[in-house]
């Protein structure tokens, strides 16, 4: 009799976009259950695979808004690509920090951090081919594409973000309890 062959795990994407990897530190946090969501997964793109390109997966996870014109390239990419995408954090939700930038303009921005800075000398705006443009404000990934479901919080604990992802694999909509969630 042969054996059946094993059930191809889901697969689960994440990434950074403009965040600061608060939101992955806490996944980190979820500590000893890590081994069992890579008993339960495949992880596709993410920093902790260091694979730098995303195939198609059940749910992608992004932490951070949109502030480049590569943010945005990536969170076309995610969502081309992902069954479920989670936005995970009050970054990816509404902008967040990186938004506070949104009363100014970009080049306002750029002139205040390069040329106008306290402490800038014979400093310039730094323009190499290779450095994503910035856009002209930060957008909440919902205005770019559609999410599918929010994770809120500066950052989601460990607990919301495994109780969602056990959800999510479990094909149940995400309802996590009102103790998990929390906007600071
Ligand atoms: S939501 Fe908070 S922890 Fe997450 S990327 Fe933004 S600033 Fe960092």
């Known amino acids: 009799m042969t054996t059946p062959p094993e059930k191809a795990k889901p697969r689960i994407a994440t990434v950074s976009l403009a965040g600061c990897f608060g939101c992955h530190m806490s996944l980190l946090d979820m500590d000893e259950r890590l081994f069992d969501l890579v008993a339960q997964v495949q992880f596709d ?28 390239h990536v969170l076309r990419n995610f969502r081309e690509q992902c069954h479920i995408l989670v936005a995970v954090g009050a970054c990816a939700i509404n902008g967040g920090v990186p938004a506070m930038r949104n009363s100014y303009t970009a080049l306002e921005c750029l002139e205040e951090s390069y040329l106008d800075g306290i402490g800038l000398m014979d400093a310039q705006i ?39 992802i056990e959800e ?17």
């Open 45 to 72: 793109r993410s920093p902790l695979t260091d694979i730098k390109t995303i195939g198609a997966c059940d749910v992608g996870l992004i932490e951070g808004g949109i502030a480049n014109e590569e943010n945005l």
């Open 126 to 164: 730094p323009n190499d081919a290779e450095i994503p443009p910035l856009l002209d404000k930060v957008y909440p990934l919902h205005e770019i594409v559609k999410i599918d479901a929010f994770l809120p919080g500066c950052p989601p604990s460990a607990d919301a973000i495994w109780a969602c």
């Open 168 to 184: 999510l694999l479990q094909k149940t909509p995400v309802h996590l309890s009102r103790i998990m969630i929390h906007y600071d």
